[in-house]
């Protein structure tokens, strides 16, 4: 990953064109299958009314970054964090929950589209991923995931006044942060034996701002 990073600023450092950033902020709702956290959960925990269904929303926020190289190419570097969670019964006297924050850092290559008062960019690339998951039942327990993601995104932005566009986006996501564990402890569905990965294809759509610089 830092190699990537270094790799991406000497690139930018070396550009003799005129250039400008786009700083992006946006909010959004994933849809998402993750089906070995689907099955952990509603084979052990989940009541016959509760159930999780094959894609399930999660909230997810990303600030962004990019340089333009050239007037219909520019390169980025996005942070998203992804927030899931779930809580059910699970006998008379407590609550099982489960909740995770998954980290999406990516660096992204864009194709724009310019134009008088708007943008279209399509882009894609790859990152680090990383998950904190923590479950409870009766007591809390943290386990930790890392591992690869990629990310097709569209963006189109309007101008809303100097300098300050309205954004509107659409990412599919393939994410592979793999299993989770805690040190050499992980979870286990009581069903079919196999340990819990959060391994997700997602669809997502995302509104926000974009300044330019």
Known sequence: MKRIMILLFVLISLCQVSAQWDLNFAMGLDFKASPSFRDYVNSSYALPGNQISTFKSSIGFSAEADY???DNF????????????????????????????QHRPTIIAYYI?????????FGGGLGYRYVALTERVYTNTNYKASGVGFLLRAIGNTLLSKDFYALIGVDLRYDLPGEVSNRNEYLINNVNGEKLNLNSVSVGIYLGITLTL
């Open 68 to 70: 333009k190289i050239h």
């Open 74 to 101: 520019a390169l980025g570097i996005e942070y998203n964090l992804q927030i899931d969670s779930y809580s059910a019964p699970s006998d008379y006297s407590s609550a099982y929950e489960i909740s995770y924050n």
């Open 113 to 121: 589209i310019p134009g008088n008062g708007y943008q279209f960019k």
